[in-house]
T-cell receptor, first 114, second 109 residues
Framework: DTAVSQTPKYLVTQMGNDKSIKCEQN?????MYWYKQDSKKFLKIMFS???????INETVPNRFSPKSPDKAHLNLHINSLELGDSAVYFCASSQWDRQNEKLFFGSGTQLSVL | DAKTTQPPSMDCAEGRAANLPCNHSTISGNEYVYWYRQIHSQGPQYIIH???NNETNEMASLIITEDRKSSTLILPHATLRDTAVYYC??????????FGKGTRLHILP
């Protein structure tokens, strides 16, 4: 079983649309993250949730709204998609009381905005 | 911003040890050194971490200099599947992980 799973793997959409990416982890972790990797391959943290509470928000446009219905899920909703949103989005999880010793990443969602 | 400096790329022959250097001259006493790697089109994968002692696990060894200003990740017998971008990261244990540019390691057959 995949530890951190994201859906969809590929997402192609038009500018201005609204889309969501889902993430689930079955590791029993209490902290989840979204990272964005752009075309230059820089991997940047966007958000972090601990037990469904937002703890990191790295100056991401408010068109991006993460939602954590429970500690095993962290979904990312993006409104009014722009060309610059094209990237690979990675979900990750860790265990907070182990000082986030290891991050486990999903396999990524490649978003292409046309 | 990343607090580490790594060479942009390195080559290593298959079967040989791959030694990946990392400079972290401004590291503070409570910051750990972490290594992750990203194989093409996959999510990053944790490799190893340490504070000041050398560490070894089933994937690699981590050698940290006595002054802690640099470290080396060692893959003892590199295989083609070790071709990846390797990230050296320093952080306080409960702080966010910030990825730099990493080293692109090519394993040559």
């Amino acid at each position: 079983d995949t530890a951190v799973s994201q859906t969809p793997k590929y997402l192609v959409t038009q500018m201005g649309n609204d889309k969501s990416i889902k993430c689930e982890q079955n590791l029993g972790h209490d902290t989840m993250y979204w990272y964005k990797q752009d075309s230059k391959k820089f991997l940047k943290i966007m958000f972090s949730y601990n037990n469904k509470e937002l703890i990191i928000n790295e100056t991401v446009p408010n068109r991006f709204s993460p939602k954590s219905p429970d500690k095993a899920h962290l979904n990312l909703h993006i409104n009014s998609l722009e060309l610059g949103d094209s990237a690979v989005y990675f979900c990750a999880s860790s265990q907070w009381d182990r000082q986030n010793e290891k991050l486990f990443f999903g396999s990524g969602t490649q978003l292409s905005v046309l | 911003d990343a607090k580490t400096t790594q060479p942009p790329s390195m080559d290593c022959a298959e079967g040989r040890a791959a030694n990946l250097p990392c400079n972290h001259s401004t590291i503070s006493g409570n910051e750990y050194v972490y290594w992750y790697r990203q194989i093409h089109s996959q999510g990053p994968q944790y490799i190893i971490h340490g504070l000041k002692n050398n560490e070894t696990n089933e994937m690699a060894s981590l050698i940290i200099t006595e002054d802690r200003k640099s470290s080396t990740l060692i893959l003892p017998h590199a295989t083609l599947r070790d071709t990846a971008v390797y990230y050296c990261i320093v952080r306080v244990r409960d702080d966010k992980i910030i990825f730099g540019k990493g080293t692109r390691l090519h394993i040559l057959p």
